[in-house]
Nanobody, 112 residues
Framework: QPVESGGGLVPPGGALRPSCVASGSIFRLYAMSWYRQAPGIQRELVARINSGGSTNYADSVKGRFTIPRDNARNTVYLQKNSLEPEGTAVYYC????????WGQGTQVTVSS
């Protein structure tokens, strides 16, 4: 099961980089994704990186977020720049597609 960390409170326009660690066997085989869920809103895909390094992003975060992957540490990050209040949500890491393996989530609050 992936484990997220690195959420917190950040002012609008700021940056944050939560991380997600998974077991080696899972990390090597599967695509890794970040999702987010704001109150009253359906969980949505933010970014994904596959085992070969190809990435895709939600339109709302293109140009501001990146999803670097460190294979030596079995870790994937979500580098978030120019954060907006609408980015306040619980951010979840997922390994695999379909049902996959979900982390417990980390809260990110964008507020002054």
């Amino acid at each position: 099961q992936p484990v997220e960390s690195g959420g917190g409170l950040v002012p609008p326009g700021g940056a944050l980089r939560p991380s997600c660690v998974a077991s080696g066997s899972i990390f090597r085989l599967y695509a890794m994704s970040w999702y987010r869920q704001a109150p009253g809103i359906q969980r949505e895909l933010v970014a994904r990186i596959n085992s070969g390094g190809s990435t895709n992003y939600a339109d709302s975060v293109k140009g501001r977020f990146t999803i670097p992957r460190d294979n030596a540490r079995n870790t994937v990050y979500l580098q978030k720049n120019s954060l907006e209040p609408e980015g306040t949500a619980v951010y979840y890491c997922k390994a695999g597609t379909g049902k996959g393996y979900w982390g417990q989530g980390t809260q990110v609050t964008v507020s002054s």
